[in-house]
């Protein structure tokens, strides 16, 4: 598909994206941003699929955040940044029910991507990480607070603490648990339960999951405040290792 994605088409109504940069543990840079916006918004225009898995090529990581090893000028790094927030906002708002599959490290970037999905499978080798608090990134609350609740969601971004298959399963974060090399199986299982149910109903189902919750309002304010953090304030760094 292209130098940081690979498609896969399982079953009708199911596509997988693996993210594929695993000497980078899928740490996003500018091209991968660039191709996965291009293939949610090809995806989202696909009236019969049913169902749309994230996963990875390597189980080591699905995803180790930003990539700060990316040579960027600051006009650049802000453009990288609005990039996130475009990725934020599509998996949000993405048409049909969305699964990640978390196997490895899990941060930053990563972390958004698996709660902005709909549903979750977690491996036995997860570490799931928000670590915004300690980076000053202010990005986290927006996905985690529906998900887990105010008083969780704070302990977990102020703290930074790292959450392994079981912590997660007891916040109530994943769907299905699953040895790491057999993640992606059970997250494509549990879509092909889906992809029997019609696509206009299980659409329609998802945005009332979206009113209800307000999550396109949520949302859309953290974005602003993040892409004005690097446009004003200290950004993401540079020249270090990815989020971790």
């Known amino acids: 598909m292209g130098q940081t994605l690979q498609e896969d ?5 199911i596509a997988v994206l693996r993210l594929d940069r695993p000497k980078a543990r899928n740490a996003m840079d500018r091209r991968m941003l660039t191709e996965l916006l291009e293939a949610l918004d ?11 898995v994230f996963s990875t090529t390597d189980v080591t990581a699905l995803c180790a955040g930003a ?10 790094g802000v453009e990288r940044m609005e ?3 475009r990725l934020y ?9 969305t699964i990640a599959v978390l196997v490895g490290n899990c941060v930053g970037a990563g972390a958004e991507l698996a709660t902005g999905c709909d549903l979750r499978v ?20 927006a996905r985690l607070v529906p998900l887990v609740g105010l008083a969780r969601a704070k302990e977990l971004v102020f703290s930074g603490r790292v959450l392994g298959m079981d912590d997660a399963r007891e916040l109530g974060l994943l769907a ?12 494509v299982d549990l879509a092909r339960g889906m992809a029997q149910f019609p696509a206009e109903g299980l659409r329609r189902m998802k945005g009332l999951f979206r009113d209800y919750e307000g999550t396109a309002y949520r949302v859309a304010r953290e974005n602003a405040i993040l892409v004005d953090w690097q446009t004003h304030g200290a950004g993401l760094p540079q020249g270090a290792s990815p989020t971790t």
């Open 67 to 76: 990539d700060t090893r990316e040579p960027l000028t600051k006009e650049q």
């Open 176 to 187: 299905r648990c699953a040895p790491a090399a057999e993640a992606e199986d059970a997250a």
């Open 83 to 85: 990039a996130f927030a």
């Open 9 to 13: 088409r399982p079953d009708d109504g």
């Open 89 to 97: 906002a599509a998996v949000e708002a993405f048409p049909a029910p």
């Open 122 to 141: 977690g491996g036995d080798n997860l570490k799931l990480a928000w670590p915004g608090g300690r980076l000053g990134v202010p990005v986290g609350p």
């Open 42 to 52: 090809r995806l989202a225009a696909d009236d019969g699929l049913r169902a749309l």
